[in-house]
């Protein structure tokens, strides 16, 4: 079995590099048994009921063909994309992760998770918390989605000032405590995206895994037959 792990493409609109290069992969990979999208796949996604927006719509059908193909398609809400909808669930029949799970796949226990949940600020995950809130369900559905659209990517233009200058770090320090918790016990590996960085260690017995990003890097990780490495695209 073959199946593939990405995250963090930060998609915008379709013409962009990164877009293109990743509806090339997927067609490229249109017979992998298992998609894991490890979160921020999207810029920006909050899920409506009855429309989307238009820059996702190549992205989106991309997903039903392997949907169709047999594809089974694994979904870790992200930071930039939560909420996601009945798209994902009925069209789709995509299993949607709301924070970190253990998934069997392959006779391996894999803990998947975005990777903000690791973030130790308590503001930080106040402020996740309050993102996902009926609050926020409630105002997406009185504003208009242009005015949703138009201010999710100025918050997201000013969270890559920040990504920007922090490039090229360790993430390390924040998976290891992960491996040590009771959820991880069951785990033959920990697989994350969210730091944009690629990362493949051993520890405790574990192979802890973080894709990396789709952005510029255009790395992630593949499993086949229960082995998992991490590549680049192209390779």
């Known amino acids: 079995m073959k199946a593939i792990f990405?995250?963090?493409?930060?998609?915008?609109?379709?013409?962009?590099?990164?877009?293109?290069?990743?509806?090339?992969?997927?067609?490229?990979?249109?017979?992998?048994?298992?998609?894991?999208?490890?979160?921020?796949?999207?810029?920006?996604?909050?899920?409506?009921?009855?429309?989307?927006?238009?820059?996702?719509?190549?992205?989106?059908?991309?997903?039903?063909?392997?949907?169709?193909?047999?594809?089974?398609?694994?979904?870790?809400?992200?930071?930039?994309?939560?909420?996601?909808?009945?798209?994902?669930?009925?069209?789709?029949?995509?299993?949607?992760?709301?924070?970190?799970?253990?998934?069997?796949?392959?006779?391996?226990?894999?803990?998947?998770?975005?990777?903000?949940?690791?973030?130790?600020?308590?503001?930080?995950?106040?402020?996740?918390?309050?993102?996902?809130?009926?609050?926020?369900?409630?105002?997406?559905?009185?504003?208009?989605?242009d005015t949703v659209w138009a201010f999710a990517i100025w918050l997201s233009n000013q969270s890559r000032k920040k990504r920007l200058r922090s490039k090229n770090w360790d993430p390390s320090y924040l998976i290891l405590p992960l491996a040590d918790s009771d959820e991880a016990k069951p785990a033959d590996a920990i697989i994350c995206g969210h730091f944009h960085q690629p990362l493949s260690t051993e520890y405790q017995g574990k192979q802890l895994i973080a894709v990396g990003d789709w952005m510029g890097q255009f790395s992630y990780a593949e499993m086949i037959n229960g082995q998992i490495e991490l590549k680049s695209y192209p390779a």
């Open 6 to 145: 990405l995250a963090d493409a930060h998609l915008r609109q379709p013409q962009d590099h990164n877009y293109q290069q990743l509806l090339e992969f997927l067609e490229q990979n249109k017979d992998v048994d298992g998609l894991f999208l490890l979160g921020d796949i999207f810029e920006f996604w909050l899920g409506y009921k009855y429309l989307t927006f238009s820059a996702y719509i190549p992205i989106l059908e991309k997903l039903r063909q392997l949907a169709t193909n047999g594809t089974r398609i694994f979904f870790v809400e992200g930071n930039h994309d939560f909420n996601l909808g009945p798209y994902f669930t009925e069209t789709l029949g995509c299993t949607l992760i709301t924070d970190q799970q253990l998934v069997e796949w392959d006779g391996k226990q894999l803990l998947l998770s975005h990777g903000d949940l690791l973030n130790p600020s308590r503001s930080y995950h106040r402020m996740r918390a309050f993102w996902r809130s009926g609050i926020i369900r409630f105002l997406s559905k009185i504003v208009h989605p």
